[in-house]
């Protein structure tokens, strides 16, 4: 089902840009890992499934009751815990949406931030930027860990640990640019926010 697997990557990459909108060099990188991490995903899911046929014989010699060429094998975490009903509706398939709903908001609420705190020429600190310092980067390894969570891949489970770093270095990069620009106020800032992880107190910044 190759044109639904170009349909639902090019739906989710353009809903993904829409939240995103990216601007800077930096930003295409990020927005690039996670169009190949959800082109690698749909390729598997409604193309050619390379996992399930790899792992097939392993699979079935330990859950024969469970069709593996089937479409609905690829769930597979609702496959191999017992879930035999309808896989989009078990317990891994709701988890994973709330993770894939949770990154597109914070997506969305982060870039509504940045994109006034660039046009003022001002550092981003209000919004998810006064919890964390990163949520644009947090928001995109939700999404992907969501995508896992409902349908993984070989290829995508060696992908999510190197996108992960990728994105924590882009982040340290970008950390670096806004001491550069912004000085003592971004070393306040970063000195009371957490990059990724929120605190228990939203600090009160003053860029």
Request: aromatic share 20%; net charge positive.
């Amino acid at each position: 089902m190759w044109t639904l697997a170009v349909l639902n990557a090019g739906l989710f990459i353009f809903f993904a840009y829409t939240f995103y909108t990216p601007a800077t060099r930096r930003d295409w990188r990020s927005f690039g890992m996670y169009s190949a991490f959800i082109v690698a995903l749909f390729a598997e899911m409604y193309g050619f499934p390379l996992s399930l046929y790899f792992l097939s014989g392993w699979l079935t010699s330990r859950f024969p009751e469970v069709n593996w060429l089937s479409h609905d094998a690829g769930h597979v975490f609702e496959m191999i815990f017992g879930w035999r009903a309808n896989p989009h509706f078990g317990p891994f398939h709701v988890l994973s949406m709330v993770f894939i709903v949770w990154g597109f908001w914070l997506l969305s609420s982060a870039w509504a931030v940045l994109y006034r705190a660039q046009r003022l020429g001002q550092m981003a600190a209000t919004g998810p930027y006064a919890r964390i310092r990163h949520p644009q980067y947090v928001a995109f390894v939700l999404i992907m860990f969501g995508f896992l969570l409902q349908w993984p891949t070989l290829i995508t489970l060696a992908m999510f640990p190197i996108l992960v770093i990728a994105y924590w270095r882009l982040s340290k990069a970008e950390e670096r640019d806004s001491l550069a620009r912004f000085g003592e106020s971004y070393a306040r800032y970063q000195a009371v926010t957490p990059a990724f992880i929120p605190g228990r107190r939203r600090p009160a910044v003053t860029a």
